[in-house]
């Protein structure tokens, strides 16, 4: 039998490729990829106040760029490659161009896709990090701290979690896209840093207005909608499931997004457009650990208790706990993201289906991946009770990791360059930290130039008694 000519193999198309794989899984990464650049870097710089715009927007873009480098430069083979210790692969460069378009270790797809997908589930990781420290952080100490948690941090997650050799993996957890890996390890480890930096001022504390609310959805909508190649992609193929996965994040987010704005308007009297993008986010994330492995109506019932019990710890008990109240946590991703997460990796261990865990896993013992409510179901209690042991033991070891490796990388930090901003340029925000401003408005653009640079100019005008001449 013959195949059509563009079907055949040849050597830029080896046997083992699956070209409708490969075009999925490049597209699902870029979709990932524009959540962070440029969905997340608008969200950043319109949620805050104007003084913070432009600091908070390049805390997201350098992470993005720095992730990238040391991704292919050591961290790709740390999270994903040879095994090394019981929780990390060997450190190697990803750069060769022979190890590049070989089968990657999943799927039917090169090795260099396989790298650029994982990397945008990196550099998102390290940019919901940032989102607990806006408004205070230095630039040069989040300049160290990126590489360093990445290292140190991220890669023994994945590597215990994701990687087929990891510990965790071969006990049979579930994380069907990164509720442990990404976003209970991007909260725990945000809300470590923001204690160790400290917080923002008094000022900015109690009032934090964001600077454009419509950029802010903009940002958001960009968010939500490359979660369809989030969650989309992991099945490393075009599949029933991944098609699956994509709804029930989209069901489960649209139901999180309305119970947190009824809650809302239940208590507070007025349907908070920022309470409903929280709403949105928390569906996100804690759907992400079950995507494909839940059925519909369990995607409803999660994203009820995503819109319901982060909104609970968020809004009454932040408040009554002087630990939470005192740890200044800017976008609240302690609640978004580690309380989220947990969540979902547990409601992960209650519905997930034996056969849907088929689909993903595809191996011959798939069915010891099965939720409590199915093991009460078939009659195999043990097993659903062992499941969520799982899920429980996942939740503890990503919680301590981060707590520690954080905890241990901002005091390395602190003896090189202070992890807090100084007062005066605390007062002054993006003008002292950049030398730019987000905004000129009101005929003040000579004001809110750069002095650094222009568009106009290659080199600043000269100077008279010290000042920067204006155009």
Known sequence: MSFPSNLNPDEASPPWLNKGDNSWQLTAATLVGLQSVPGLVILYGSIVKKKWAVNSAFMALYAFAAVLVCWVGWGYRMAFGDKFIHFLGVPNVSLDANYLIQQAFLGYLPNATMIYFQFVFAAITLILVAGALLGRMNFLAWMLFVPLWLTFSYTITAYSIWCPQGWLSKKGIIDYSGGYVIHLSSGVAGFTAAYWVGPRTTKDRERFPPNNILLMLAGAGLLWMGWTGFNGGDPYTVSTDASLAVLNTHVCTATSLLTWLMLDIIFFG?????????????????????????????????????????????????????????????????????????????????????????????????????????????????????????????????????????????????????????????????????????????????????????????????TKGGEVQMA
């Not at 920022?274 to 999660?302: H, K, N």
């Not at 030398?435 to 640079?453: H, P, V």
Request: aromatic content about 10%.
């Open 270 to 462: 007025k349907p908070s457009v920022i309470g409903a993008t929280q709403g949105m986010i928390t569906g996100l994330v804690c759907i992400t650990p079950a995507a494909g492995v839940v059925q519909g109506w369990a995607a409803i019932l999660m994203g009820i208790m995503s819109g319901s019990i982060p909104w609970y710890t968020m809004m009454v008990l932040h408040k009554k706990i002087g630990f939470l109240k005192q740890v200044d946590d800017t976008m609240a991703v302690f609640h978004t993201h580690a309380v989220a997460g947990s969540l979902g990796g547990i409601l992960t261990g209650v519905f997930a289906v034996p056969k849907l865990n088929r689909l993903f896993y595809l191996v011959p013992e798939w069915q010891h991946y099965i939720g409590l409510f199915y093991g009460f179901h078939t009659g195999r209690t043990t097993a659903g009770f062992t499941q969520l042991g799982i899920q429980l033991l996942g939740i503890a070891f990503v919680v301590i990791l981060n707590v520690i490796m954080t905890s241990v990388i901002c005091n390395v930090i602190k003896f090189i360059v202070p992890l807090r901003l100084a007062e005066d340029e605390l007062q002054t925000g993006d003008d002292a930290i950049h030398g730019e401003e987000a905004y000129a408005l009101w005929g003040d653009g000579e004001k809110y130039e750069s002095r650094l640079n222009s568009v106009y100019e290659e080199f600043p005008p000269p």
